[in-house]
């Protein structure tokens, strides 16, 4: 399976972005997909999970409130809707598609990765 993120860009703190991560290849409905940001200097980060149905979902406490992750299993294609975006929330952001059908935090599980896109925040 392939996975594209989009919907990156440039905002100010404050302001919002939704982004989206699509699947080809093969479907992503049965399994968990996840959400990580990888920011310069540091090293790839949990940020969201999603499990197969949609009806569960898994935030690291840094976005919690602010971030809300959804999918679309007709459409292949998973979201991260940012809201109140901050300085530190800056990075590439990554989805991928866990080995299982539960969300996890441990990237390990996560099989297939896609590019990222880029999101800046600025003040």
């Known amino acids: 399976v392939q996975l594209q993120a989009s919907g990156g860009g440039l905002v100010q703190a404050g302001g919002s972005l939704r982004l989206s991560c699509a699947a080809s290849?093969?479907?992503?409905?049965?399994?968990?997909v996840g959400w990580f940001r990888q920011a310069p200097g540091k090293d790839r980060e949990y940020i969201a999970a999603i499990n197969w149905s949609g009806r569960s979902t898994y935030y690291t406490d840094s976005v919690k409130g602010r971030f809300t992750v959804s999918r679309d299993n007709a459409k292949n294609t998973a979201f991260l809707e940012m809201n109140n975006l901050k300085n530190e929330d800056t990075g590439i952001y990554l989805c991928?598609?866990?080995?299982?059908?539960?969300?996890?935090?441990?990237?390990?599980?996560?099989?297939?990765w896609g590019q990222g896109t880029q999101v800046t925040v600025s003040s």
């Open positions: 991928a598609r866990d080995r299982r059908c539960t969300g996890s935090p441990t990237l390990a599980l996560y099989d297939f």
């Open positions: 290849g093969r479907t992503l409905s049965g399994y968990a």
